[in-house]
T-cell receptor, first 114, second 114 residues
């Protein structure tokens, strides 16, 4: 069984500051890992995904995430926060096998202060 | 632009009413999903479908049923709505290929049960 833990349900940063959203997963088999973003009153959009190629994955809007197998982590970062980054972010995991059922974390709401 | 469309963005129903949530996708995707989103709990899978007339229970199917009579349409049914079903409901779809299939989400249906 898979599980995803996102540390911090709310994260607040100043505009221009580093964004770090934490995600740890558990999986008995090699995982696929995803970050999705949800802007207010919208559905989820894919930010980036890890599929066992490069461990550092670059996504849209300047975000990136690094897969660290030894730490079972897939933290999301952005060097400089923008007001438009305010949203809820979800980490998700699936097995590298048939079905690709996603298990989501509890979400982290990012607030950006001017 | 590919789309997943949820017909109702906001619904208010009374306890005991029957509720239909409709979802249509125009991407010819085989797989369709219904999730429930609650603060701090992330997304939890209610039901999914791999093909027409096929359905599988997710993690929290109790109190819900689904219908998939056509490939593009996946309906979620609450036979007798209860207050604990007040939530945001998200529909998603993805193709059948192997690999890290990315979910495309609808904008969500926010249901309030009084």
């Amino acid at each position: 069984a898979q599980s995803v833990t996102q540390l911090g349900s709310h994260v607040s940063v100043s505009e221009g500051a580093l964004v770090l959203l934490r995600c740890n997963y558990s999986s008995s088999v090699p995982p696929y890992l995803f970050w999705y973003v949800q802007y207010p009153n919208q559905g989820l959009q894919l930010l980036l995904k890890y599929t066992s190629a490069a461990t550092l994955v670059k996504g849209i809007n300047g975000f990136e995430a690094e897969f660290k197998k030894s730490e079972t982590s897939f933290h999301l970062t952005k060097p400089s926060a923008h007001m438009s980054d305010a949203a809820e972010y979800f980490c998700a995991v699936s097995d590298q096998g048939a079905g690709n059922m996603l298990t989501f974390g509890g979400g982290t709401r990012l607030m950006v202060k001017p | 632009d590919v789309k997943v469309t949820q017909s109702s963005r906001y619904l208010v129903k009374r306890t005991g009413e029957k509720v239909f949530l409709e979802c249509v996708q125009d991407m010819d995707h085989e797989n369709m999903f219904w999730y429930r989103q609650d603060p701090g709990l992330g997304l939890r899978l209610i039901y999914f479908s791999y093909d027409v007339k096929m359905k599988e229970k997710g993690d929290i199917p109790e109190g819900y049923s689904v219908s998939r009579e056509k490939k593009e349409r996946f309906s979620l049914i609450l036979e007798s709505a209860s207050t604990n079903q007040t939530s945001m409901y998200l529909c998603a779809s993805t193709g059948q290929g192997k690999g890290a299939n990315v979910l495309t989400f609808g904008a969500g249906s926010r249901l309030t049960v009084l």
